[in-house]
């Protein structure tokens, strides 16, 4: 998954397709295991663009969308934020919210 900025994300999420930004902090462990889903939904959804910040040096991220813990997936789709995901319960949970 390709590392973002915020810019990216905006110019990603003004799209007509899904656009989903993954934030984490390295040193979360439940973010680890969020990560390897992520990789796993990548691969099942080509079409849908992902991208990733690590929280640290991406404050204005955190910010802007009033982000209140990691792992954190937003989704949005034709501009607008659609879905803030802070529990990443399974693979198929995420595809579902994703497709």
């Not at 902090?25 to 079409?47: F, H, Y």
């Amino acid at each position: 998954m390709e590392e973002w900025n915020l810019q990216q994300f905006e110019e990603a999420s003004k799209s007509p397709a899904t656009a989903a930004f993954y934030l984490y902090t390295p040193l979360c462990g439940t973010c680890q295991v969020a990560s390897r889903m992520m990789d796993v939904v990548e691969k099942l959804l080509p079409e849908v663009k992902l991208g990733k910040a690590d929280l640290n040096y991406h404050e204005e991220v955190a910010a802007k969308y009033v982000v209140e813990s990691v792992p954190c997936l937003l989704v949005a789709k034709e501009g607008r934020e659609v879905e803030k995901i802070y529990a990443f319960q399974s693979v198929p949970y995420l595809y579902e919210k994703l497709s």
